[in-house]
């Protein structure tokens, strides 16, 4: 199944998809900001140019993998005091799309619990910080405080899920096609175990 | 004998066109942008074009579809005023690129002119942050039309096209009522203007022009194989209505898009 997965994969990526308008999406995931670029139809523009701006600052600029996604850690003075972000992506043939992730959308990286354990990377980082709960160890956890942190685990918990399901669907000509490829393979395989004999 | 009466009836409702019910699902945003993140979604029960209201007891559900996933929302609800009738209304945040679907299953409605009970499955769909994907997918309603056009970033004068599905498979032939949402007071020079009707081809597959901006309301009616008891506890027939809203924008030149 993964192999027909990653066959379809290919074909998919070979297509060009230069008539479609492309289109950026970023929000906060623990300490980091994660960019999606997307062409209208819902596939994922990779090797675009990824840029966030802020004031005027490149406060960092990246590439997309295959995904579409470009990620970056958030830095500290812009998640203790949150400004907006102008997200923009572009890619070579001058496609390019803008999302400003707005300031009040922005949380504070102190305010993340310790177990942030959603990639491997960010829990590295977070060993790094152990102040990063010092702040909420010592005050008592109201119940607003208890439900916000679920909402936001919740949400972190999620949001791989939910990148995963908006990902498109491989069509029914695709998988046609995926089958053909796996004839196609045996059928050579059949061929040179038959030329053996 | 039942299908005689059933005949009778249906030319009754034919010869006298009657203003037809829509459950109505209106955003007041159809498209949601980086611009402004949230809407704020009417639940009600109406004549569209005539403006005449229905009270709307609360819904039995009003549910968000997004990629394959339902989300409950009806304890969002809030009691509205539609057309002077009681209605439903609530705040929606989007929080990240997709083709919402809003869902309304009404409580069944008792007509008593029409003798029988109501129920319009009613669907409208809010596309978010450029995202267009998944607009053409059934979302295993009872009742539902499947958008066979994109039913978004359309103009007045653009065609909407839609199939019929009930209990998941195509209704050949369904006929389909038509009505715009009419805001800006336009008169019907009939009551055959009022709404319009047509029906679709053999694989339940409807086509529709839509003149004017605004929202289009789509209601395929069909007779469930169930009976409902009325107000009285007697067994009657239950349409079942398979509504849709599409909404059509007006071009506008440069200097106008400037001033809204």
Known sequence: MRFILSVLLSLVIVTPAFAHKIRVFAYQEGAHIITESHFSGGRAAQGAKVKAIVDGQNISIGTTDTHGVYQFRIPKELSLHPVNIDIITQTDDGHKAQWTLLAEDIRSVQDMPQTDIQDQENAIEIKKEPQATAQSATSPLTEHAIRIIVQEELAKGLAPINRELSEKKPTFQDILGGIGYIFGLLGIAAFFTSRKR | ?260
């Not at chain 2, 409702?13 to 007041?28: E, K, L």
């Not at chain 2, 978004?152 to 199939?163: K, P, R, S, T």
Request: charged content about 20%; overall charge negative.
């Open chain 2, 1 to 260: 004998m039942k299908k005689q009466i059933l005949v009778a009836f249906g030319l009754c409702c034919i010869s006298s066109p009657a203003f037809a019910h829509f459950g109505m699902v209106i955003p007041d945003t159809p498209i949601i942008d980086g611009a402004k993140r949230n809407a704020e979604i009417t639940f009600s029960f109406s004549h569209p074009f005539e403006g005449v209201g229905m009270d709307l007891v609360a819904p039995k559900s009003v549910f968000v579809y997004l990629d394959g996933e339902e989300y409950d929302v009806q304890d969002q609800l809030t009691a509205t005023k539609v057309m002077d009738h009681s209605a439903w209304k609530m705040q929606y945040t989007f929080q990240r690129p997709g083709v919402y679907s809003f869902v309304m299953e009404p409580t069944p409605y008792w007509e008593p002119s029409e003798d029988v009970s109501i129920i319009h499955y009613t669907k409208t769909m809010v596309p978010a942050f450029g995202d267009d994907s998944g607009w053409d997918e059934a979302l295993g309603l009872p009742a539902e039309i499947v958008p066979v056009t994109r039913p978004f970033g359309n103009y007045a004068g653009n065609i909407f096209q839609g199939q019929v599905l009930v209990d998941g498979e195509a209704v050949p032939y369904a006929e389909v009522e038509v009505e715009l949402y009419n805001q800006k007071g336009l008169v019907a020079p009939s009551d055959y203007h009022v709404t319009q009707v047509i029906k679709a081809d053999n694989a339940g597959v409807f086509s529709f022009v839509c003149p004017q901006p605004g929202w289009w309301g789509f209601a395929a009616l069909t007779d469930a194989p169930y009976t409902l008891k009325n107000p009285e506890g007697e067994d009657k027939g239950v349409e079942i209505g398979a509504v849709f809203w599409t909404y059509m924008h007006a071009y506008e030149k440069l200097n106008k898009a400037q001033n809204d």
